[in-house]
């Protein structure tokens, strides 16, 4: 599981940093989280195709955080798109996702499903699921945790040598989770698998104002990427108009025991030294257009 | 009087090439004409303000030389914009405007002016003049052209010394086209001017198939922009999808008379050598992104 950071402006963009968007890769699949204008190009700069994407969460309607739907949504018919492509948001995205399918001359040759979601709305996937939570900012918006299934626990090849299981099949269906018949013993899963394993945790937060919702979203995730737009000298302005310092950041991380923390959407007026000036959490790693990390599981790191 | 290529792609964007957008400068002011996505990206890329553009014509609503408008006007109002802008386009721009202003939670803190223009229409501005002409392509889609008004003609400092007229004020008055009095004789501004002086032609044709309004509208143009988004091997293609090639599109210059042809909108297929092979047309000017050209007046050629 790979996340890469597509854009980390914040507001408008510079030179340096698209609006935001982050993607996750996973099993050959792409999950956008936020669309700011120019993600298709951003996309196309990191050889990413957009083609892959499944479905996008969209956290709120501030221009920077979904304008690039519209750019998108064209491209990928241009190109030939026939997959249905579900776009996920707050009340309001069914809105716009109807006037970005019809605005101008614009017909999809795919079929667009926007779905609005609500606090603790939870969608299930192949493998995953994505809840969303309504956390504090100055309008309605959603913060995201992708979590995938618990994975079967390890299979203990000693174990099964030391019961006299051939190899083969009957590995197999312990492996599916089904108990086997061997010289008149039943042998159980549980008797040659350990403990199921957990998934990882991702956590998406847009735009925030550290808030207990924010901290219980993120609580355990393997990764964390928030926004983190102000330093402390701004600290003011953050609390005014609903935004996190650095500080505010990385206290959301540690008090919900996140294991990686990657800030993003830095006002321009901050470098990267001003914000490493102020990190509070470790390891944290200060976002940077087409960086990327992998998630490790749990039990692998 | 300049013009800039901000984007010179066509229909999405590439690594290299924007989507369609140009800026004309001209005495401190700056004018638009398409503005595709991620336009406000570009400019600042080329160290242009978006803050000084005083107006905005688009071609048609095709996605790719529109949907730019959207994020462009949250950056100026983000900025602290206050002066009115105003928005020229086919009929649907007001609605497009509209939408632009009130999606998502923005409300813009300036006032967006849309105005339609239909074939034939012209808008006077201070010193110059912009005339749409309905051009041929799949969807209602003008080309603009802007033309300056005329300047007066040189003033002849020999013919002004030798019928004796003292420097200074008077030389001023009949500059600015009044009659003077000198020693019982009446002096008109045309004993001393040379004729009236034209002004400069730009001409802009967005998506076109080349045809006679297009050629109309380009007539002595002395700097005409326009599409060639193929090359021969796909003339069947441009001909059913509205467009014009490199050959159609210097046929254009050529029967207009056209002095100066600057070529953009190009299919991603294409290398600058693909299209420089086909060319028809001198002085001709292959676009590239951040390409600018100053526009010389006819008499200082």
């Known amino acids: 599981m790979k996340v890469t950071l597509i854009g980390t402006s914040c507001g408008v963009p510079t030179k340096e940093r698209g609006l935001p968007c982050v993607a996750l890769q996973r099993e050959g699949e792409m999950i956008l989280f936020d669309c700011g204008e120019g993600t298709q190009r951003q996309m196309m700069r990191f050889g990413m195709s957009f083609m892959k994407i499944s479905s ?53 040759g795919f079929e667009i499903v926007a779905k609005e979601l609500g606090d603790g709305d939870q969608v299930q996937f192949n493998g ?26 390890r299979f203990d090849l000693e174990k099964a040598k030391a019961l006299g299981i051939p190899e083969g099949r009957l590995y197999k269906e312990l492996q599916m989770g089904r108990e086997i018949q061997l010289g008149g013993r039943t042998i159980r899963p549980e008797d040659v698998m350990g403990p199921p394993r957990p998934g990882r945790k991702f956590v998406y937060l847009g735009d925030v104002r550290p808030c207990p919702e924010a901290v219980e979203l993120s609580t355990n995730a393997d990764l964390l990427v928030t926004e983190a737009t102000f330093c402390e000298d701004l600290a003011e302005r953050a609390e005014e108009t609903g935004h996190s310092t650095v500080k505010g950041a990385c206290g959301i991380a540690r008090r919900a025991g996140a294991k990686r923390l990657l800030l993003t959407h830095f006002s321009p007026r901050y470098s990267r030294e001003d914000i490493l000036a102020e990190v509070d959490f470790d ?14 599981y749990p039990d692998q790191r």
């Open 56 to 108: 996008i969460f969209i956290t709120h309607f501030h221009g920077d955080h979904f304008l690039g739907l519209f750019g998108l949504l064209q491209s990928m018919s241009f190109f030939g798109r026939e997959e249905q492509l579900t776009v996920f948001g707050p009340r309001g995205i069914v809105e716009i996702c109807r006037t970005a399918a019809s605005i101008g001359h614009f017909k999809p």
């Open 128 to 153: 995953y699921r994505v809840t969303a939570s309504r956390v504090d900012h100055i309008v309605p918006t959603l913060g995201y945790a992708l979590e995938e299934d618990v994975r079967p626990g």
């Open 283 to 296: 390891p944290v790693f200060i976002g940077e257009d087409g960086m990327s990390l992998e998630i490790p």
